[in-house]
């Protein structure tokens, strides 16, 4: 998981559609979810536009022109070695180039003139860290960190990153893991994990069809295992495996206990030519086990393809389609599950725009359709999220920081593909979701962290039998590690 503020497992809820012209409300769920989707492909795909093509080019010269430009500044070096200016700039070129040493030089000319150059120890601390060299970057990080105690959030994610890399002392492969534990009160309590993400499908998604009516609190552990393999450094191709395990212990409502694990792994790398990169990629497989009320409820196979790619400076884009296969067994708390089994294909979109340094925007998408074995249990989903994280960077000792406040607003739509005889024999359910709320994380240390959710649902539905509120807080701590 990439921090302590967002490490959470995320919830997906997936589909593709099995036949077209069910229903006029699904076929305008299908045109808005392709339109939306194949907007997205094509910006993922296609060439830049030529303003954002010549600012790339700008920012990823050749390594001819990398060549030039080092061969230039080493030669007004020689003329002017005090530019502080020309200095840096030589130094930032020697490095894309792979010269380290002569960057290493220039900057550590630097701190003869000032000891104290803001940047620098934390710029040689990397550069010794390509450099194999890995007592001088932890010795240049240490100091870095006692010359700037209290640094930019992007800093100290360089710093904790490096640190992270130096203990590993540049092995191929690094793991990364995370806990949240707590308590949650729910008003009408569902069996779906505690405070996460929620795109359309997947585990979260189908526990929380699964509710009471009743209010209860429970105690849950949500963890995440991350492993992260090299395989060539320098293409930046790696392998990544996720590891999610979820436990939850009712107080009063035993039949909402839930286990599961899911496994997800696969290949990330960059496609592009010798001089730029137009996107990053992962596919994957994923498989997980669910069980319900301390007996087995579901278990799932399939796979997915994600892709990365900055839109401009500020704006970055992520497009996921994901395939599962669903096989449910009857359960005590769901006796006829088995009518649910069945593949499910998503898609989803999701956008990050920093509006400022410590601000960034979020607005996601993701279109789902879920082909159940029984037709009652098919439905198109369609689900938009707009969020804000704002980081408060905090000069305490304790609690050092910083504090991460996230509203969020989703709205959810489904459509059925027939009449449930269970609640309504004639007529097909409609629902339309509205959730809001707000998360707050809190670092306690470096891996510690105090996590507060409130969130408020409402689900409207042509169907009496199936509207509902609930209303859930979360209150819990996350260990980083």
């Known amino acids: ?30 045109l808005l979810g392709a339109r939306l989707f194949l907007g997205v492909a094509l910006a993922l795909a296609l060439p830049l536009g030529s303003d954002l093509a010549l600012a790339q080019q700008a920012k990823a010269p050749s390594k001819e022109e990398l060549r030039k430009q080092y061969d230039d500044l080493f030669q007004q070096l020689l003329k002017d070695p005090t530019n502080i200016d020309l200095t840096f700039r030589f130094a930032h070129v020697a490095t894309q180039i792979g010269n380290y040493e002569s960057a290493v030089s220039a900057l550590e000319r630097l701190l003869l003139y000032d000891p104290k150059f803001p940047g620098v120890k934390l710029e040689l601390a990397e550069i010794y860290y390509h450099m194999g060299s890995f007592e001088m970057a932890k010795a240049y990080l240490d100091q870095a960190k006692q010359q700037e105690p ?14 992270d890399e130096i203990a590993s002392g540049g092995a191929h492969s690094k793991w990364s893991a995370s806990a949240l534990t707590g308590t949650r009160y729910q008003t009408n309590a569902n069996a779906a994990p505690a405070g996460a993400q929620i795109i359309v499908g997947g585990v979260p998604a189908t526990l929380s069809s699964i509710n009471t009516r ?81 007996a087995h409820y579901f278990w799932t196979l399939g796979g997915g393809w994600e892709v990365n790619r900055p839109l401009t400076e500020q704006l970055k884009v992520t497009a996921d389609y994901e395939f599962r296969s669903q096989h449910f067994s009857n359960n005590p708390s769901v006796p006829t599950a088995t009518a649910l089994s069945g593949p499910v294909n998503t898609m989803s979109v999701n956008f ?34 707009l969020s804000y994280a704002q980081t408060i960077p905090l000069t305490l000792k304790f609690p050092q920081g910083p ?29 339309r979701e509205w959730r809001y709320g707000a998360t707050a994380q809190l670092g306690l240390t470096s891996d510690l962290a105090a ?15 199936a509207k509902y509120t609930n209303t859930e807080v979360i209150m819990g701590l996350l260990v980083t590690y």
């Not at 607003?409 to 309504?424: D, E, F, T, V, W």
């Not at 996590?451 to 039998?465: K, M, Q, R, W």
């Open 1 to 30: 998981m990439p921090g302590a503020a967002a490490r959470a497992p995320q919830r997906r809820f997936e589909g593709w559609r099995r036949a077209l012209g069910r229903g006029t409300t699904c076929h305008g769920f299908r």
């Open 150 to 163: 209290n640094p930019s959030p992007q800093d100290a994610q360089r710093e904790a990153t490096l640190a």
């Open 214 to 294: 009743k209010a209860d609190w429970n105690v849950f552990l949500d963890g995440n295992a991350s492993n992260t393999y090299d395989l060539a450094p320098k293409a930046n191709a790696k392998v990544e495996t996720n590891v999610l395990v979820y436990l939850s212990k009712q107080i009063d409502l035993g039949t909402l206990d839930s286990q599961a694990v899911e496994v997800n792994s696969g290949p990330r790398f960059d496609v592009g030519d010798e001089d730029s990169t137009y996107f990053n990629t992962r596919p994957y497989v994923i498989g997980n086990e669910v069980l319900l009320g301390d």
């Open 352 to 385: 990050s725009y920093q509006v400022m340094e410590n601000g960034s925007l979020g607005l996601e998408s993701s279109y789902a359709v879920t082909n159940a074995r029984a037709n009652f249990n098919s439905n198109d989903a369609l689900e938009l999220r």
């Open 403 to 431: 504090l991460v406040i996230t509203p969020e607003l989703y709205r959810i739509y489904s459509q059925s593909y027939a009449p449930n005889p269970g609640l309504n024999p004639i007529v097909t359910e409609q629902t």
């Open 451 to 465: 996590s507060f959710h409130l969130v408020h649902e409402f689900l409207g539905a042509n169907i009496p039998a």
